[in-house]
């Protein structure tokens, strides 16, 4: 059986980004691994075992094209309401609440943020299946 530990993503400025996902999301550098060319750092934090990893190419100078191919990353939340206003009051932009009820029944209600690369974030009320 295999686990789930980790998703990648590639940053521009790590402080930049280590600043907005503890901010928005309460994750920590758990480790940081600089090497040659680049410079690994993983983020987590005690809700769950499973890790963000940044990846941070030397030099690099330009934005990253996220391309046609990237969705989103999720993460779950005990009181939505609370972290949306949270989030904008510390100006994060975070996009209007929205409840997903395809056939008359709330199956999620979420919202969406954008990291400071435009890595999109979905962020689910903690419930049903979004435990």
Do not use: C
Not at 83 to 88: A, K, L
């Amino acid at each position: 059986m295999s686990k789930l530990i980790h998703a990648m993503i590639r940053v521009l400025d790590e402080a930049r980004s280590v600043t907005f996902y503890q901010q928005a999301f309460g994750l920590h550098v758990a480790d940081r691994l600089p090497f040659d060319s680049f410079t690994l750092v993983y983020l987590s934090n005690p809700e769950s075992d499973f890790e963000l990893e940044l990846t941070i190419n030397t030099g690099r100078s330009e934005p990253y094209n996220i391309g046609d191919g990237y969705g989103h990353l999720a993460l779950s939340v005990a009181d939505l309401e609370a972290e949306h206003s949270r989030m904008t009051a510390a100006g994060l932009a975070p996009l209007k609440m929205v409840e997903f009820d395809p056939a008359g029944s709330a199956i999620a209600k979420f919202f969406f943020i954008a990291d400071p690369d435009g890595y999109q974030i979905e962020v689910v009320q903690r419930d049903g299946r979004y435990l």
